[in-house]
């Protein structure tokens, strides 16, 4: 097999087609070879590095399906992607879609188009190369101590900062408060950048909001350079996106091209070459949005094709001690820390908000504490609730209460339980128990005593 990889796989019969493809990769100096039949395809699959394979969806007699599903069962080094017509069948084209990464659309098959949509493709696949060399580079970053040791959050913020200097469409996935507006600020701090978060802005007012801002922010910068600028756009709750403003963003990556008159500050027209970096982020799945016809497929490929998964907080509790230092770090209370036991209270809970949610609650818990080592004691009721009372209360909730008796109810069954575990856990040992609580043995015993539990 071939140590180099070529290009481009083109598997067609349409002659116009091949002439396309052969003066494209001409024009850009790439290598592109070409297959006219599914046998022919396999031998120089199994002959040849690709980086991506096109496959024609016009002649059915090329087996489309088939060869996508051979090539789904091996693991290749190539992308696949095909090349089909609006007016195919929908069903036809929605299976062949399941083994591609990648598409061209035959109704826009013409040269500019064509020439800069291979480009695209060959600078993205050489970007998704370079990242296998980013991987786990700052186990002990300073920079990236917060995050804490969860391999797949790690490699996420390593992948992140991979990004930052591209200007390719990235989408941030992951549950409301995991992160994503965070991870969007990392990616894009090297350049200008814009931040917008949709659900704040009404769906008719997108469009003019959105690209008066991106052609203020050009003209400013403009001023401080005469080639080239990369600029990030950010957008939160990408789900909410107003079609028109879909189909301008998809044209871009696809052409490069965005079309926003620019002047200087005597009022003369410039040209500036806008690198554009779009970074969304949604908890939603695109793919239905897809079909519900709300967000275009074209964009959602793009997205996906550099997608970040951010995992919910309760699936990396493990970094929990230092989400914790983090946000302690973020405030003048440099003397607090959080005893044993309010830190196991914070590890039991599932965290439905997230990393947020886990902010909150230590900014909350500052505000009641008044000891510089925070306890259980200290923690909101609701914290308390789901961590450690599973059982109601003679028949009686929590919200029956005053926030107060509520607190005390919880606390008085969490101590019970915890010191009981506790003791058992020491063999009854009082300085061992002591020392895993976190507390001297002279306030562990008169805790000990307060709930009428011998050692």
């Not at 998809?250 to 052409?255: G, I, K, L």
């Not at 009686?396 to 003791?423: H, P």
Request: charged share 25%; glycine share 2%; hydrophobic share 35%.
């Amino acid at each position: 097999m071939s140590s180099k990889a070529t290009e481009f796989l083109i598997v067609a019969n349409n002659a116009n087609l091949k002439e396309q493809f052969i003066n494209v990769c001409a024009e850009l100096s790439f290598n592109c070879d070409f297959a006219n039949s599914f046998d022919q395809a396999l031998i120089k699959i199994d002959s040849t590095l690709y980086r991506y394979i096109f496959i024609d969806l016009e002649d059915k007699n090329l087996k489309t399906l088939q060869i996508l599903e051979w090539l789904q069962t091996r693991h290749v080094y190539s992308k696949v992607g095909i090349i089909f017509d609006q007016s195919y069948p929908q069903k036809f084209i929605e299976a062949a879609n399941l083994g591609a990464t990648e598409f061209i659309g035959r109704h826009d098959l013409d040269i500019k188009w064509l020439k800069g949509k291979l480009s695209f493709f060959i600078k993205h696949f050489n970007a998704q190369e370079s990242l296998k060399s980013h991987t786990y580079l700052d186990k002990d970053s300073n920079s990236l101590s917060w995050i804490g040791v969860n391999p797949q959050t790690r490699f996420s913020f390593e992948k992140a900062k991979a990004y930052s200097n591209l200007p390719i469409p990235i989408l941030i996935k992951g549950e409301p408060g995991s992160g994503k507006s965070t991870l969007a600020k990392i990616i894009s701090n090297q350049h200008p950048s814009i931040h917008f978060d949709l659900i704040n802005i009404p769906e008719y007012e997108q469009k003019e909001t959105i690209f008066n801002a991106i052609k203020e922010t050009l003209n400013n910068y403009q001023q401080n350079t005469s080639e080239s600028i990369q600029l990030s756009l950010c957008i939160e709750h990408i789900d909410l996106l107003h079609l028109e403003v879909q189909e301008v963003l998809a044209e871009y990556f696809t052409t490069r091209h965005l079309d926003i008159n620019l002047f200087d500050k005597d009022g003369n027209r410039t040209e500036l070459k806008i690198m554009l970096q779009l970074i969304g982020s949604t908890s939603k799945n695109l793919d239905k949005f897809v079909i519900q016809n709300k967000f275009r497929a074209d964009l959602t490929l793009l997205l996906k094709q550099n997608q970040i998964d951010l995992l919910p907080l309760r699936e990396r509790k493990e970094d929990i001690p230092f989400l914790v230092e983090h946000f302690l770090n973020q405030t003048n209370e440099k003397i607090k820390y959080f005893s044993k036991d309010a830190m196991a209270t914070l590890h039991n809970y599932t965290w439905s908000h997230n990393v947020s949610g886990l902010a909150s609650t230590i900014k909350e818990t500052l505000k009641v504490s008044t000891e510089p080592m925070i306890t259980s004691r200290d923690l909101p009721p609701k914290i308390l609730q789901q961590s450690f009372y599973t059982q109601s209360l003679n028949d009686e909730t929590l919200s029956d209460f005053s926030y107060n008796d509520a607190k005390k109810k919880v606390l008085n069954k969490f101590n019970r339980s915890y010191i009981i575990e506790l003791l058992s856990r020491s063999d009854n040992n009082l300085t061992v128990a002591a020392e895993k609580a976190g507390m001297d043995r002279s306030n562990f015993k008169k805790i000990i005593k307060k709930y009428g539990l011998s050692k």
